[in-house]
């Protein structure tokens, strides 16, 4: 994303949300991000860029310094000044170049008070709020600057309050057994977040001159075979398939997904509402994709502690071929 100033906006915020809502105001439980800031598209020395989240700010600056500081908590509404420095002159140079300098925020699950901060690889401070510290919030990007643009890359934001743990088994015949497991990360309060997706892909790859499969098994394990990108319900279906279409079954071969067990809060999901199979055989740049989620397909959804289980088995598969 680019903040482009007018005559108007000299500086805004950017709600960046997440893939399934870019641009929504998303909360996070505890934040944690890294963002590329590049200041090399504007002429304005006093231009900057930066991370916030819930009523914290951390910005890098066209003139050389980092600053971060809590948004309205200083006399008459203005913004309190936590910490700051000065950029090392290959930082600075990075900063006001074209691709930008990476900058990097984390919390402490057990410490809503505590901060670490990075530019680059360099962590230049740790900070400790003890005023009262802020704790779930929005969060996004920041840009200032009177021309030009501020350009931000490589986003990557986390709700660090969720833990997600997956346990692998090796099973006879093959199988490999995958236990999939979100919660409330330790010392993490106990409730409900907004999930826009939750789920397992396997990509296959795309540099491979094959034509491209996709099938599922239905309740009673007959192989089905079927086109296109769609989504397809745990209730009506038990697996999915998908690989390489050969002449006959000897040159097929792919990966098979059966879901064994999937809880939404505990309650089982298996021949509920939710819990879905996502087959793709060109999907979100041109990825060929099997995806397995224990929620609805594209529908938010509250839930505290999400549980699903799935068997891989590498499977030969008699596809019809184009």
């Known amino acids: 994303v680019a903040f482009k100033p007018n005559s108007l906006i000299k500086s805004s915020n950017f709600y960046v949300g997440n893939q399934m809502a870019p641009g929504t105001r998303r909360e996070y439980g505890l934040f944690a991000g890294n963002a590329l800031v590049a200041l090399g598209f504007t002429s304005d ?11 914290y700010r951390f910005v890098i600056t066209r003139g050389g310094s980092w600053r971060f500081e809590k948004l309205g908590a200083a006399f008459f509404g203005g913004n309190k000044f936590l910490a700051g420095g000065k950029l090392t002159s290959e930082e600075k140079s990075l900063a006001n170049g074209l691709w930008g300098l990476k900058i990097d925020v984390r919390r402490n699950n057990c410490d809503l008070g505590y901060f670490e901060l990075r530019v680059g690889e360099r962590l230049v401070s740790i900070v400790e709020d003890r005023n009262d510290p802020v704790g779930p919030g929005p969060a996004g990007v920041y840009g200032a600057a009177m021309n030009g643009y501020v350009l931000f890359g490589n986003r990557e934001f986390f709700d660090m309050s969720q833990e997600y743990v997956v346990r692998f088994q090796a099973l006879p015949d093959e199988v490999i057994r995958a236990q999939y497991v979100i919660r409330p990360a330790v010392c993490a309060p106990l409730s409900s ?12 790859n795309t540099q491979l001159p094959f034509n491209r499969g996709v099938g599922l098994f ?3 394990g007959n192989f089905i075979h079927t086109e296109g990108n769609r989504n397809f319900l745990f209730r009506d279906y038990r697996g999915a398939w998908a690989g390489s279409i050969g002449d006959d079954v000897e040159d097929s071969w792919g990966v098979s997904a059966t879901v064994i067990d999937s809880r939404v809060n505990g309650e089982q999901q298996l021949g509920g509402a939710l819990g879905h199979f996502s087959v793709q055989q060109h999907g979100f740049g041109d990825s060929h994709v099997l995806i397995v989620s224990p929620l609805a397909p594209d529908k938010p959804h509250d839930a505290t502690y999400l549980n699903w289980v799935v068997d891989y088995r590498c499977q030969r598969k008699s596809v019809p071929s184009n």
């Open 45 to 55: 020395r006093y231009a900057e860029g930066g991370i916030f989240f819930s009523d």
């Open 193 to 204: 977040r907004k999930f826009y997706r939750a789920g397992v892909g396997i990509w296959m």
């Open 218 to 220: 239905d309740l009673h």
